[in-house]
């Protein structure tokens, strides 16, 4: 039999020194596993004679219990030593400031549109919408523009792509907002007072036209509306939106299938050193087309034009922008050019209302 202190000294050392508790499992097997120092040290005990036993026994017992205690002490005070580790490490700094939220800007095009429609929610318009994706019947034919007819080329129109075989019209990118005239009255019946903002396509592409531009619609449906009334709105409403006193309309007679007399509106404009400038210099620039909805429009949307008459215009959302806050190339609306947003966008709480102002 092994000398027991000097087995005790060893292994309470080795145990005392152990670093992890893989080191500290090591050698709880090397002692106390079943091939273990202690557990031989146990078998010879077997073959001893019963006197022999007992003298032997006791103080191999006492050492297993203290050896084991150890163990569990080492296992407890390095897991504790880990803890505080962990603590020293891990902690957190709570008084930092947290790092920055980007902030975006509204687009030009999100403001104005929201400040149209302040402006005309006050004189009484509602918002109505349609599909961008129309039909050739709600974009061309209901608006009294039939197959054949020039405009159909004139407003270079996007076609949608059909199956194989189906031999429908194709449908198209809308080239206007003015096909929800038609699906509004449709819906509603006349009287009825809307203006429907919205995206439109057309294939064109320089300083003033995008293949994609923003319009809002506007139509006035009711008894005994006149050209007059027309006049009115437009003039009320450029006052309120640019903002500045004896801003310059110029109505000009033109023709749109879907309106009849019909009128373009322009606005007194400069350009000079690539400064687009409201209400001064020699330039003109188109923001609207409108005139009193043609009898045919309204019965192709099932209201009696022997009782019912109004006006409708379609605005460019995009050009009055431009004018409004001297953005002089309409390309850049749809870069996505964050140096561009951060220098022409709004800040997100600026929204506009009649009566609190309707730009900072
Ligand atoms: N839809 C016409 C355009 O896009 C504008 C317009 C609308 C003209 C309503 C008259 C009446 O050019």
Redesign the pocket.
Known sequence: MQDLESVRAKNLAAIAAAVDEVALEALRVAVLGKKGEISLMMRVLGQMTPIERQTAGAPLNALKDEINSALVARKAALADLDLARRLETEWLDVTLSPRPLQQGTLHPVSQVTEEVIAIFADLGFKVAEGPQIETDWYNFDA?NIPPEHPARQE?DTFYMARAEGDDRPPNVLR????PV?IRYMAEHGAPCRIIAPGR?YRCDYDQTHTPMFH?V???AIDRGISMANLKWVLEEFCRAFFEIEGVELRFRASH?P??EP?A?VDIRCSWVGGQLKIGEGDDWMEI????M?HPKVLEAAGVDSTVFQG?????GIDRIAMLKYGIPDLRAFFDSDLRWLRHYGFATLDMPTIHGGLSA
Do not use: D, I, K, N
């Open positions: 608006l407003m080239t206007h907002t003015s005239q439109v319009q619609e506007g139509l749109f879907f309106t019909s373009e609207l087309g409108s005139g909805v006006f409708a215009f379609g605005m």
